[in-house]
């Protein structure tokens, strides 16, 4: 089973590290599960035009296979002017949705107001019901206050949560998709 953690943007670093510590809990918790950080900024996306998207090259079609071939998602976004980024919406344009079909989806943002959180329950849920995913229930925000100076979460309830978030993850894809799990399917 591979988890694929996706830092939605191409500035800043604070979704990366919520991502990251989704991930790090995850591995630490679960070792049996392959974990992977896909971040944004570390790739040249080319803007989706409306062609095929076997048809793309280079970086975006890397970016295309790597969340093409995982299994399930914990799926980042800082939250620009009441918004996701137009890096995670052209990401999410560019990946057929069948792709996300029946995959369960985590949801981590950050911001710079609280009641930023919101997006998440208003246009990151919207959005993966589109696609036909399974959301966990529970998500992760964290405000710029959270953060120390140098990045680090400082916040114990956004440590909860986060910590919350991995099994939430990790218990549905398990229950969901028992056959990719390593355990016996009754037929």
């Given at each position: 089973m591979k988890l694929l953690g996706i830092s939605g943007t191409i500035t800043g670093s604070k979704?990366?590290?919520?991502?990251?510590?989704?991930?790090?809990e995850v591995q630490k918790n679960h070792p049996e599960i392959?974990?992977?950080?896909?971040?944004?900024?570390?790739?040249?996306?080319?803007?989706?035009?409306?062609?095929?998207?076997?048809?793309?090259?280079?970086d975006t079609k890397k970016v295309i296979d790597r969340v093409k071939e995982a299994d399930f998602y914990v799926i980042g976004t800082p939250i620009f002017q009441g918004s996701i980024t137009g890096a995670l919406k052209n990401l999410f344009d560019l990946v057929p949705p069948q792709d996300f079909r029946h995959k369960v989806m985590g949801f981590a943002a950050t911001g710079g107001t609280?009641?930023?959180?919101?997006?998440?329950?208003?246009?990151?849920?919207?959005?993966?019901?589109?696609?036909?995913?399974?959301?966990?229930?529970?998500?992760?925000?964290?405000?710029?206050?959270?953060?120390?100076?140098?990045?680090?979460?400082?916040d114990e309830d956004v440590l909860g949560r986060i910590a919350s978030l991995s099994e939430e993850v990790v218990s549905m894809q398990k229950g969901l998709h028992p056959d990719k799990a390593g355990y016996a399917v009754n037929k």
């Open positions: 979704t990366k590290v919520v991502v990251q510590k989704v991930l790090e392959e974990v992977e950080l896909l971040d944004l900024k570390e790739y040249d996306v080319q803007f989706c035009d409306g062609r095929d998207p076997s048809t793309y090259t280079g609280y009641q930023h959180y919101l997006v998440i329950e208003n246009q990151l849920k919207p959005i993966a019901g589109y696609f036909r995913a399974y959301v966990a229930p529970g998500y992760v925000y964290a405000h710029n206050d959270h953060f120390s100076a140098t990045n680090e979460i400082i």
